[in-house]
């Protein structure tokens, strides 16, 4: 079973750094484009860029470049998504999902992130 | 960048009612063009890919439509599970991945 699971929650304060994980299993993780997309509370999905584990080629959503940095350690089938200072506004459910020629899929369980003093 | 919109954005149905969802491009994709299904607390879950073919395990009851700019989700008979937000994604390049704003399907 093609599978992705997130790390747990995690609350932070204002101007902490922070990592999440998204871990594959049951594919070869390696050959596939790994995304993340950003759910604030109460509104839609947002696309804020993806990743190729197999050489690490990223690319970013205009709206997310330089706000955040994605990674992968294929050594482990890990894909990340970190923040170096994080914001009230970074308040929101993180998901990774697969990309595949039909779109994402599968998604991981998402990771809620909470910024807030 | 490519713009998606969706329409409407709520739409209240009944059980067994035909509904449908509308997206559209603000340039051409081709048929590339996703359907998401997500319910509350619940990661989104792919329905239809290259604009109308069904993802496997998907009930026939939902179909999509269309190419260029505009699409169409439709079901043909609302049930009790359908009750859900709706996302169309369109996935022309690899360098954006835009959602459109999404279509609550909520019970009349």
């Known amino acids: 079973e093609v599978q992705l699971v997130q790390s747990g929650a995690e609350v932070k304060k204002p101007g902490e750094s922070l990592k999440i994980s998204c871990k594959g299993s049951g594919y070869s993780f390696t050959s596939y484009w790994i995304g993340w997309v950003r759910q604030m509370p109460g509104k839609g999905l947002e696309w804020m860029g993806i990743?190729?584990?197999?050489?690490?080629?990223?690319r970013y959503s205009p709206s997310f470049q330089g706000q955040v940095t994605i990674s992968a350690d294929k050594s482990i089938s890990t894909a990340y998504l970190q923040w170096s200072s994080l914001k009230a506004s970074d308040t929101a459910m993180y998901y990774c999902?697969?990309?595949?020629?039909?779109?994402?899929?599968?998604w991981g369980q998402g990771t809620l992130v909470t910024v807030s003093s | 960048d490519i713009q998606m919109t969706q329409s409407p954005s709520t739409l209240s149905a009944s059980v067994g009612d035909r509904v449908t969802i509308t997206c559209r491009a603000s340039q051409s994709i081709s048929s590339w063009l996703a359907w998401y299904q997500q319910k509350p607390g619940k990661a989104p879950k792919l329905l239809i890919y290259k604009a109308s073919s069904l993802e496997s395990g998907v009930p026939s009851r939902f179909s999509g439509s269309g190419s260029g700019t505009e699409f169409t989700l439709t079901i043909s008979s609302l049930q009790p599970d359908d009750f859900a937000t709706y996302y169309c994604?369109?996935?022309?390049?690899?360098?954006?991945?835009?959602f459109g704003p999404g279509t609550k399907v909520d019970i009349k």
């Open positions: 994604q369109q996935y022309n390049s690899y360098s954006q991945f835009t």
């Open positions: 990743i190729y584990p197999g050489d690490s080629d990223t």
């Open positions: 999902a697969r990309l595949t020629g039909h779109g994402f899929d599968p």
